[in-house]
C-alpha cells in the first residue's frame, strides 16, 4: 500500500516563502508522476503542479513562476513555494500515480495579507 506524507505547510506573510515535502513509501521511480493539488477554502481541489518519471514538469498558470517542483529521486517530492498570496490559502495534498492514484492527507498553508 502506497503511502504519502505531507509535511511543511503552515503561517505566513504575504511575500513570504514555504517549502512543502512529500515522502512517498516505496521508491518514487515506481511512480509515473507525482505532483501537488490544492483545496482552498470552500473551493474544490485544484491542480498546482506535476513531475513525471520523465522529467518533464507542468504548472498551473496561477503558480508559474513562483511554485518549483523538485525530487530527490529516492522518495520525496517536494514544493518550493515563493511570493505567496492570501489567494494561495488552501490544504496541499501530495499526488502519486502508478497503477492507481493516491492522496496524501493534506497539509495547511495560510498566507495571511
Known amino acids: 500500500q502506497v503511502q504519502l506524507v505531507e509535511s511543511g505547510g503552515g503561517l505566513v506573510q504575504a511575500g513570504g516563502s514555504l517549502r512543502l515535502s512529500c515522502a512517498a513509501s516505496?521508491?518514487?521511480?515506481?511512480?509515473?508522476?507525482m505532483g501537488w493539488y490544492r483545496q482552498p477554502p470552500g473551493k474544490a481541489r485544484e491542480f498546482i503542479a506535476i513531475s513525471f518519471r520523465s522529467g518533464f514538469t507542468d504548472y498551473a498558470d496561477s503558480v508559474k513562476g513562483r511554485f518549483t517542483i523538485s525530487r530527490d529521486n529516492v522518495n520525496m517530492v517536494y514544493l518550493q513555494m515563493n511570493s505567496l498570496k492570501p489567494e494561495d490559502t488552501a490544504v496541499y495534498y501530495c499526488n502519486a500515480v502508478q497503477t492507481a492514484t493516491y492522496w496524501g492527507q493534506g497539509t495547511q498553508v495560510t498566507v495571511s495579507a
Open positions: 516505496g521508491s518514487i521511480f515506481s511512480f509515473n508522476s
